[in-house]
């Protein structure tokens, strides 16, 4: 079974914080991806990856940055959480070619910013 | 502007009855569609999908439909358990877009027994 694990179920984080979400997938899938879901928008793309140290902007960037340095590892990074940035984060993986569209997705963390 | 919508926020269904959850596009470059289901402090999981070339693809009691012409996309649920109670997302796909995934809003469905 694939797992998609998450750092954190639940965080509270003040306006102008440093904010590090961390995912870590465990079936060695080359793409990563980094979403947010807010209610009446669905699942929003942040950033993904393909590979290790590679990264691209998906729909949604500003506010946020990721880095992979290992390829099970993938992680979001809010530089100054701010309050618009309240949502819940959803990681998922996939294999490349075929696969790339049926994504494991984790838990889900939901972070408030006060 | 949303490019994929699924306009009705719930569905309410008696168990044993058919549910019908429905997904419109507004992308005719779209070529591969997909269903994902969520339970609550869950994941989502992937459940259907459907390519282009396709207009119908059938999984046990799922089926997911699929109309080019309307840009319209349904999945059929037969018979509907109360564990199939869940959000139910919808998500395209475009070769020409690197193969990012575009959801819906989705559906929260709720089977009575």
């Known amino acids: 079974d694939v797992k998609v694990t998450q750092s954190s179920r639940y965080l509270v984080k003040r306006t102008g914080e440093k904010v590090f979400l961390e995912c870590v997938q465990d079936?060695?899938?080359?793409?990563m991806f980094w979403y947010r879901q807010d209610p009446g928008l669905g699942l929003r793309l942040i950033y993904f990856s393909y590979d290790v140290k590679m990264k691209e902007k998906g729909d949604i960037p500003e506010g946020y940055s990721v880095s992979r340095e290992k390829k099970e590892r993938f992680s979001l990074i809010l530089e100054s959480a701010s309050t618009n940035q309240t949502s819940m984060y959803l990681c998922?993986?996939?294999?490349?070619?075929?696969?790339?569209?049926?994504?494991?997705f984790g838990p889900g963390t939901r972070l408030t910013v006060t | 502007d949303q490019q994929v919508k699924q306009n009705s926020p719930s569905l309410s269904v008696q168990e044993g009855r058919i549910s019908i959850l429905n997904c419109d596009y507004t992308?005719?470059?779209?070529?591969?569609f997909l269903w994902y289901k969520k339970y609550p402090a869950e994941g989502p999981t992937f459940l259907i999908s459907i390519s282009s070339i396709k207009d119908k693809n059938e999984d046990g009691r799922f089926t997911v439909f699929l109309n080019k012409s309307a840009k319209h996309l349904s999945l059929h649920i037969v018979p509907s358990q109360p564990g199939d109670s869940a959000v139910y997302f919808c998500a395209a796909s475009a070769r020409e877009y690197g193969n990012k995934l575009v959801f819906g809003a989705g559906t929260i469905l709720r089977v009575k027994s």
């Open positions: 079936m060695d899938h080359e793409n």
């Open positions: 998922a993986s996939s294999l490349p070619g075929q696969g790339i569209w049926e994504q494991y």
């Open positions: 992308n005719s470059m779209f070529d591969y």
